[in-house]
């Protein structure tokens, strides 16, 4: 299936540092969406993006469409031991009512 | 509060038994899906269901079956076909199918293990 480049696979950071991540793909999207997903439960959503350009923030995440609309990133800001966890980028391709397209996952762990 | 309930959290299966997950959503969501998700990989789709009494396969629905004869209801059947049953299963619902980029609501997971 159609798949998204998600980078890095994991980080290992100092709490208090500054996170970020990225999503790449050759295929135009029109929405871009991040998840959460702490040990053992199911992925939660953190920021939805509509349109190309948008830059939305939610607390101490930031996350922006791509231009181009074949990317996003997402920025989370002095990072606390409760951001462990699996980051996961997904998108919804152009062209009518698609299935999400999901992200291998960014594995963050923080060392306090 | 509307949710998306799987049951049971961890389940254990003898080699060669069929095991069902349970999956439950009262968000009055029409589209629902299946996902495996073994340690250190990402999601990756089983089955997905747009309404009642249909569903398509996903990437790697060998070995798994499914029914939807509720709305609120999709049960993933692991059967004793599937090699490697032993994973993390997410269940998952939206709207409808992408929902126009609302996203998918996830269950909080049900771990299975073949001993």
């Known amino acids: 299936g159609q798949q998204l480049n998600q980078s890095p696979q994991s980080m290992f950071i100092q709490e208090g540092e500054d996170v970020s991540m990225n999503c790449t793909s050759s295929s135009i999207f029109n929405t871009w969406l991040w998840y959460k997903q702490d040990p053992g439960e199911g992925p939660v959503l953190l920021i939805a993006l509509y349109k190309a350009g948008e830059l939305t923030s939610n607390g101490r995440l930031t996350a922006q469409f791509g231009i181009t609309r074949k990317d996003s990133f997402l920025n989370i800001s002095a990072s606390i031991p409760s951001d462990v966890g699996i980051y996961f980028c997904?998108?919804?391709?152009?062209?009518?009512?698609?299935?999400?397209?999901f992200g291998q996952g960014t594995r963050l762990t923080i060392n306090p | 509060d509307g949710g998306i309930t799987q049951s049971p959290k961890y389940l254990f299966r003898k080699e060669g038994q069929n095991v069902t997950l349970s999956c439950e959503q009262n968000?009055?969501?029409?589209?629902m899906y299946w996902y495996r998700q073994d340690p250190g990989q990402g999601l990756r789709l089983i089955y997905y269901?747009?309404?009642?009494?249909?569903?398509q396969k996903g990437d790697i629905a060998e070995g798994y079956s499914v029914s939807r004869e509720k709305k609120e209801s999709f049960p993933l059947t692991v059967t004793s076909a599937q090699k490697n049953p032993t994973a993390f299963y997410l269940c998952?619902?939206?709207?409808?199918?992408?929902?126009?980029?609302?996203?998918?609501?996830f269950g909080s997971g049900t771990r299975l293990t073949v001993v």
């Open positions: 269901s747009q309404i009642v009494n249909d569903f």
């Open positions: 998952a619902s939206s709207i409808v199918q992408g929902a126009g980029g609302y996203g998918y609501t």
């Open positions: 968000l009055n969501h029409d589209a």
């Open positions: 997904a998108g919804q391709l152009r062209g009518g009512a698609q299935k999400l397209v």
